[in-house]
């Protein structure tokens, strides 16, 4: 009913940018809260940062001052912009969104393919 598409990830040098984005499509009546997680191997995946449906944020320690998130309710798009990037940022990122599904008005959470990024030199 609902799809996500995740693009933006790649290969990085250490101190790079990148943008990530995710788009929702589908049976959407509303969205809610818009978040990013990370998985490096062998650990467990966390919370990069997380937008609620009023645009207030709350961002990993680990990446504060350095990472950005941002979302368009009208393009059903939520954004992760990457500055000054580590090697410890290397990991398949996922999207996540929490979605009002417009055919049945439930909510239910939604998780995007992933993507990988690689900072590296």
């Known amino acids: 009913q609902v799809q996500l598409v995740e693009s933006g990830g790649g290969l990085v040098q250490p101190g790079g940018s990148l943008i990530l984005s995710c788009a929702a499509s589908g049976s959407i009546f509303s969205t809610n809260a818009m978040g990013w997680y990370r998985q490096a191997p062998g650990k467990q995946r966390e919370l990069v940062a997380r937008?609620?449906?009023?645009?207030?944020?709350n961002v990993a320690d680990s990446v504060k001052g350095r990472f950005t998130i941002a979302r368009d309710n009208a393009k059903n798009t939520v954004y992760l912009r990457m500055n000054s990037l580590k090697p410890e940022d290397t990991a398949v990122y996922y999207c996540?969104?929490?979605?009002?599904?417009?055919?049945?008005?439930?909510?239910?959470?939604?998780w995007g393919q992933g993507t990988q990024v690689t900072v590296s030199s």
């Open positions: 937008i609620t449906s009023r645009g207030s944020t």
């Open positions: 996540n969104l929490n979605v009002v599904v417009a055919s049945t008005l439930s909510t239910l959470d939604y």
